[in-house]
């Protein structure tokens, strides 16, 4: 007999984002384990999460094939236009039923893209990017606006009924910029919003009974603002054929972090914007996201709709061990990966240090600097912005608090790619921001509070310096800006410290302006430096800092660095002149 009433499953939705590369729980630059991560974790909880919901969808959403040293191996020796590149297999192995592409996608041009998905065994969707004439053929038959999702439902005492689901999926079109030698002429990439919406119209219109979108972009952060071009993870939630969305690019977690608290109608504790149920997992496979999506079909009209949903965030614990088929799989480029890690990438005349970097100038990060100044002048280059002095604000990592402490430190000689991993160890990308002569004084300001008062030290002249250190203010929160001088005299009260502060022996006027490269965390708010809030970002770098020293060596001639420290500022007030 034919049921006239209403029948209730459930779909789940996995979801994997920004996992770059991390494959296993192991980081290459220092050489140790890191529990916590890697994608041969999150297949425990991947295999967990399917056997609770047999109806289910597992999602890859972007920043896949970059961002490690196993990535960057597989670039470089990997011969990926014969073999299945390893990522790639493990996402087979894993059974992924469909992927979107990230920004990163596109560092290693088309070719390498084409040549990356050719033996992926799951479709790869890309709503907003439309390939010209002179991209490679072999990609056009690989993408899809639309990926398509075709059930047979069976409730009691009936018939099996169908369920078509539907997956888009959209990528930043702010890659035209990042990896314009790449794409230019090649690709066409449309607005977001207005191509999530054409597409889900279209499922809709062909007969999907759930569309999902898979954004490879996330939310403004820390403010009331939803408004912006390259994070319009807002905007897409209120685009009314969806019924879950999947968000990425940023690196958060979703469900349970409070930095979209400040957009109206966004539920960080139910994983909510605007009403549709959302998840972001984080970053090197550090959680999984699901939807669960209880689905009602009505016998009489035929049709499904989504009843309820609930949103979660697994985290890989650090004590969880990874799936050892993965690991098995992995050995071979993991192995590989180790030698190409001790390859030297160029030399250093002088050494690099960051152990002194709280007291004086540091050569380790006066290194960064030099880098980021050198991609920040490409960045406003490829923007024509105008021609405004450029500065660069970098803080060191691992720095030490006495004078036998231990602090990263290279000596001169050969470079190799795990030196310039432990130089910088945090997934940062490079922004250059616009500021005034006060809000540069007020940005070191900041910074000085780094130090302690003069008042309270004593004894012998290095120990003063030693002394002299905030511990409870982080090594990653001392920015120095390289470009001006200055002094930080440690007589005067906090927010008056910075004496003597000049560009090219010129005092700093309040309304003289500047561009400042800084890494992504200080330019949206990381460490509540005044004036940095990602309201006055003017160009944006695509690749992680790590990327950029590498690059940065790869430029220079002979691929060798040799630029001597220079004092640019200095503790005063107390005896602490002179290299400690």
């Not at 979660?312 to 071979?332: F, G, L, T, W, Y």
């Not at 007291?359 to 923007?383: E, G, I, K, Y």
């Amino acid at each position: 007999m034919p049921n006239h009433g209403s029948y209730t499953t459930s779909l789940r939705i996995m979801e994997t984002s920004d996992v770059h590369g991390q494959l296993l729980s192991y980081d290459y630059f220092s050489e140790q384990n890191k529990p916590g991560l890697g994608l041969a974790a999150t297949a425990l909880l991947i295999a967990e999460a399917r056997k609770e919901a047999p109806l289910n969808l597992l999602i890859e959403n972007g920043d896949l094939l970059q961002g490690s040293a196993l990535a960057d191996w597989a670039v470089a020796e990997f011969p990926v236009a014969q073999a299945t590149h390893p990522i790639i297999a493990v996402l087979n192995q894993l059974k992924y039923d469909v992927a979107n592409l990230g920004n990163h996608e596109f560092n290693f041009g088309l070719d390498f893209l084409a040549h990356s998905y050719r033996d992926a065994e799951f479709p790869i969707v890309s709503s907003n990017l439309q390939l010209l004439e002179q991209a490679p053929s072999a990609l056009a038959a690989q993408l899809t606006p639309i990926a398509w999702f075709d059930y047979s439902v069976t409730p009691p005492s009936s018939a099996p009924v169908p369920l078509k689901v539907a997956v888009i999926g959209v990528v930043p079109p702010q890659i035209m910029q990042w990896d314009q030698h790449h794409l230019e002429h090649k690709v066409q990439v449309d607005d977001m919003l207005s191509s999530a919406r054409d597409a889900a119209r279209q499922a809709r219109h062909q007969g999907a009974d759930v569309v999902i979108l898979a954004a490879h972009t996330g939310m403004p952060k820390h403010t009331a603002n939803p408004e912006d071009a390259e994070q319009t993870g807002w905007l897409l939630a209120g685009i009314k054929d969806i019924d879950a969305l999947l968000l990425g690019h940023q690196h958060e977690v979703f469900p349970g972090t409070n930095v979209y608290d400040l957009l109206p109608e966004v539920n960080s504790n139910l994983g909510t914007i605007r009403g549709i149920p959302a998840v972001q997992p984080g970053i090197y496979g550090s959680h999984l996201g699901i939807i669960d999506l209880q689905l009602t079909y009505d016998f009489a009209d035929k049709k499904w709709q989504v009843s309820d949903f609930q949103t979660s965030v697994r985290a890989v614990n650090d004590s969880m061990h990874e799936a050892p088929v993965i690991k098995q799989q992995i050995d071979p480029a993991h192995k590989a990966t180790l030698d190409f890690m001790q390859q030297p990438i160029g030399q250093t005349l002088v050494p690099l240090s960051y152990k002194t970097a709280r007291v004086q100038p540091s050569s380790a990060v006066q290194f960064v600097q030099r880098a980021q100044a050198w991609q920040a002048q490409q960045l406003l280059t490829a923007h024509g912005l105008a021609d405004l002095p450029l500065l660069s604000a970098a803080a060191p990592f691992d720095a030490a608090f006495a004078a036998n402490d231990r602090a990263t430190t290279i000596a001169a000689g050969p470079i190799t790619r795990g030196a310039i991993g432990d130089l910088y160890r945090y997934p940062n990308t490079l922004d250059v921001v616009k500021v005034n002569g006060a809000q540069l004084k007020a940005w070191l300001e900041h910074s000085a509070e780094g130090l302690l008062s003069a008042a309270t030290v004593a004894g012998k002249q290095s120990e003063q310096c030693w002394s002299l250190i905030n511990e409870d203010f982080p090594h990653y929160n001392f920015d120095m800006i390289l470009g001006v001088d200055y002094n930080i005299d440690v007589r005067q009260p906090v927010g008056d410290r910075i004496v003597n502060l000049t560009y090219r022996a010129q005092p700093v006027a309040a309304d003289d302006e500047f561009y400042v490269a800084t890494n992504n965390y200080r330019a949206t708010g990381g460490g509540d430096f005044p004036s940095l809030d990602g309201q006055n970002i003017v160009a944006r770098g695509a690749d992680m800092l790590s990327d950029v020293l590498l690059g940065y060596i790869g430029s220079l001639p002979e691929n060798s660095y040799q630029e001597q420290i220079e004092e640019h500022w200095q503790v005063i007030g107390i005896g602490c002149g002179g290299r400690i």
